[in-house]
């Protein structure tokens, strides 16, 4: 029982620091592209399932708005995606949720993995998440 509780921690434990890892990369890639376009590539935080796919679309030069098209400012090297291609999974295997609206303070998006139960809840309206929720207590979250 023991070995398994240290196994299941280290598992958990590695899978968190993947994730980090991830998301710095996906972070970097969102200020090349605010750097490039002046701003983040719009979500609606009510469509969070769907900011993956933005991500994909934007960061990579899909752009079916034509804005970011043959932009790219992400490799997919080492990054695993949904079977569809529309989404770049956590190490749990869940999309990475993503949110960003000009109405948000400066400088400001959500992006976040939902860690090991797969749940939370959002951002609130100015993109901040609240801690105290019970869904969001074991999320990675990283943003602007």
């Known amino acids: ?36 376009f002046g701003a983040y590539p719009e979500s609606p935080p009510d469509e969070r399932m769907r900011g993956s796919e933005v991500l994909i679309r934007e ?11 043959g932009f790219s400012a992400i490799r997919p090297d080492g990054l695993v995606f949904s079977p569809d291609g529309r989404a770049i999974l956590d190490p749990w295997g869940r999309p990475y949720l993503y949110a960003c609206l000009p109405t948000w303070p400066s400088g400001r998006f959500w992006l976040v993995s939902a860690g090991p139960d797969g749940l939370s809840t959002g951002p609130d309206a100015r993109g901040q998440c609240d801690w105290e929720i019970p869904d969001n207590r074991d999320d990675i979250f990283y943003g602007g």
Not at 2 to 28: C, K, P, Q, T
Not at 59 to 69: H, I, K, Q
Request: hydrophobic share 40%; proline share 0%.
């Open 59 to 69: 960061l990579m030069g899909d752009s079916l708005s034509g804005r970011a098209s």
């Open 1 to 36: 029982g023991i070995v398994w509780g240290a196994f299941n921690y280290a598992m958990d434990r590695g899978r968190r620091v993947e994730a980090e890892a991830e998301l710095g990369m996906i972070s970097h890639a969102l200020e090349r592209y605010r750097d490039h």
